[in-house]
């Protein structure tokens, strides 16, 4: 071999060991990284931060899978890290309440067991609701979402509050037929007051926009939940994340707002109808407001005795309703018939009129002077110059809650027990 041969292979040389030495260091080097970074990798319950590992498994408190927190997760790990908005992120205040009335569309939907339902009507109206949003495939914050959940349902069940609605509206309504959610559900024990609905994606859409859920993108959903009160018109929101006993204590603040409601809508009330002495048909003095409306549920008609139209088969119609609300009446819910001509419906001619209807305990024929009595049918809107003109209206009332509603006296009796039924249950003693 020449002499230049020989000094070419040692230039060669000389290049190449401080390279393979340099590579064998960073590859050493980039193992205890990843060593150091494998050492630093925890594991915790999205639902119960608390719970730590530094291995995967499952939480002991709720089951869920543990998921990688560190910063310093390699890349491996950070794919299956489980990325959680904190409230301030999700545009979200503990606490916050909505100041604005929250206008509810009255939607069809369908609940995990594929009953058709009208969202207001069937689940909010009446009620104290908690209200989160959630799709079955998600693989993030849903799952915790309905973990808490599933938390206040126990709660509120050991707390004998089972009047409050809880209700997971999917995001994602085409992928969640009921049959899904009715699986979901299953996954996290849902009781009977905890629904989960879903519907046509354009209707579902629009209720989500009413509530402040609808987003673009279902990944995109935040942690967000609506507790309210529809008597009390009272909603504020609350972080779906946060420990179930604040969401409990939050709900249980809502559902106090309807005694504060019941005092107000007494107060109106009392201010609104006169408390002015009239006479039953046992010619018994009572105050019309006092005696006769305060926090009753109450069946209010018009009439004369002597009336050759529709007065006989109208009073003759709610003795059948009398019937079948049977002992409630005189209990939690009077009639009150209500003479348009006090100069000829005296206590004793009412008392025949009643008896020949066989009027039970708690239905009230009335009659009175008769400055009072128009005082009172004007308040009610009964009163007439002619006593033939008389409304034929039935007016079901319950005083107590404000709620009010008009049928005709005539209308089938079973449906106008079941309206007052409603009313009595709505009462919330």
Not at 158 to 185: G, M, N, W, Y
Not at 366 to 391: A, F, I, M, P, R
Request: some cysteine; glycine content about 6%; hydrophobic content about 40%.
């Amino acid at each position: 071999m020449s002499r230049h041969a020989r000094l070419l292979i040692f230039s060669i040389l000389v290049i190449i060991a401080p390279l393979s030495i340099c590579n064998t260091a960073l590859t050493h080097a980039h193992a205890a990284q990843q060593k150091k970074l494998a050492r630093k990798v925890e594991y915790a319950c999205p639902m119960h931060p608390e719970v730590i590992s530094k291995r995967p498994g499952r939480c002991p408190k709720c089951g869920m899978n543990l998921k990688a927190t560190n910063a310093s997760v390699p890349a491996k790990e950070a794919e299956t890290k489980t990325v959680v908005p904190m409230p301030e992120e999700a545009g979200l205040k503990r606490g916050d309440e909505i100041k604005s009335a929250l206008k509810i569309p009255d939607t069809t939907v369908y609940d995990q067991n594929g009953r058709k339902l009208n969202f207001y009507t069937d689940l909010v109206k009446g009620k104290t609701v908690a209200i989160n949003f959630i799709f079955t495939t998600c693989t993030t914050i849903c799952p915790p979402l309905s973990a808490t959940f599933r938390r206040v349902q126990q709660s509120l069940q050991e707390q004998s509050a089972r009047d409050v609605q809880l209700i997971s509206i999917s995001v994602d309504p085409v992928t969640d037929v009921p049959a899904r959610l009715k699986e979901f559900a299953a996954k996290f024990k849902a009781g009977a007051n905890w629904t989960f609905v879903t519907g046509s994606k354009p209707e579902i859409d629009d209720l989500l926009r009413a509530l402040g859920g609808y987003v673009g993108d279902k990944n995109d959903h935040t942690p967000l939940v609506l507790i309210g009160n529809d008597t009390a018109h009272f909603w504020t929101r609350a972080y779906g994340l946060a420990p179930a006993s604040q969401l409990v204590d939050m709900i249980k603040e809502a559902a106090s707002k309807s005694a504060e409601s019941r005092k107000d809508e007494s107060d109106a009330a009392a201010k609104y109808f006169p408390n002015l002495v009239l006479l039953t048909q046992d010619n018994k003095p009572v105050h019309f407001y006092d005696d006769l409306l305060k926090d009753k549920v109450v069946l209010i008609n018009f009439l004369f005795t002597t009336c050759k139209g529709v007065c006989s088969p109208m009073t003759a119609n709610l003795a059948r309703v009398q019937k079948y609300l049977g002992e409630r009446v005189g209990k939690s819910v009077l009639m009150l018939s209500i003479t348009v001509d006090p100069d000829t419906d005296q206590p004793p001619v009412l008392k025949k009129y009643a008896d020949s209807f066989h009027a039970q305990p708690g239905w009230y024929f009335l009659t009175g002077e008769k400055k009072n009595l128009d005082e009172v049918l004007y308040k009610l809107g009964g009163y007439v110059e002619d006593k033939q003109e008389h409304s034929s209206l039935l007016i079901i009332g319950n005083v107590k809650t404000g709620e009010w509603m008009k049928v005709l006296a005539m209308s089938n009796p079973t449906e106008i027990a079941n309206m007052v039924v409603k009313l009595i249950d709505a009462r919330q003693d």
